[in-house]
């Protein structure tokens, strides 16, 4: 069957992506205090969510904390990820050097196992992270990329799981970028 040796690959096909949850709207949820960055909340919400998470493809590459991805076209690579966060998610105004320097930490620390880092931010400075970490994260031979969401993932009608799907696409269709984004 011609479609199933199309979906047949190898190890050199994958990008493996490590995202990197932050803070931010995008994964803000109710609390009794209105909406926070709650801890444990995007890494659930991806595996929960089926275009996010396609675990019955294979277990030839496989590892409980890792999710496939798959773009919507045959002839680009697939993508392979983990999601870890902050060790506290922050509200993205309240960013500055404290948690630029953890963020580029985790990147330094997993530099060596990842293809690309994903970073889920908040808004209001998605900017200035990229900017900072730009300048921080010298001789990159790899993609960052940063996303956010102006509506809480939790949130039936948002931008958060779009802009996160994309993002990772992104990774399957230009691994060459070496770069911040």
Not at 72 to 96: Q, T
Request: charged share 30%; with cysteine; hydrophobic share 40%.
């Amino acid at each position: 069957n011609k479609m199933l040796k199309k979906l047949s690959f190898d190890e050199q096909d994958v990008e493996k992506v490590l995202v990197i949850y932050s803070g931010g709207t995008l994964g803000m949820k109710h609390t009794e205090k209105g909406l926070k960055p709650t801890k444990g909340f995007i890494e659930k919400f991806m595996k929960d969510t089926p275009s996010l998470s396609k675990q019955s493809v294979t277990n030839k590459f496989w590892d409980e904390k890792e999710r496939w991805i798959f773009s919507r076209h045959f002839d680009v690579k697939r993508v392979k990820y983990r999601v870890i966060e902050l060790d506290e998610p922050f509200d993205s105004a309240n960013v500055g050097v404290k948690k630029w320097t953890e963020l580029a930490e985790v990147i330094e620390k997993n530099y060596e196992e990842y293809d690309g880092f994903l970073i889920l931010h908040g808004t209001d400075t998605l900017g200035y992270t990229a900017s900072m970490l730009s300048f921080m994260l010298e001789n990159l031979a790899k993609p960052v990329l940063l996303t956010a969401g102006q509506i809480p993932i939790c949130h039936g009608r948002n931008d958060a799981l779009m802009n996160i799907a994309c993002s990772l696409e992104i990774f399957a269709k230009h691994s060459t970028m070496c770069e911040v984004a």
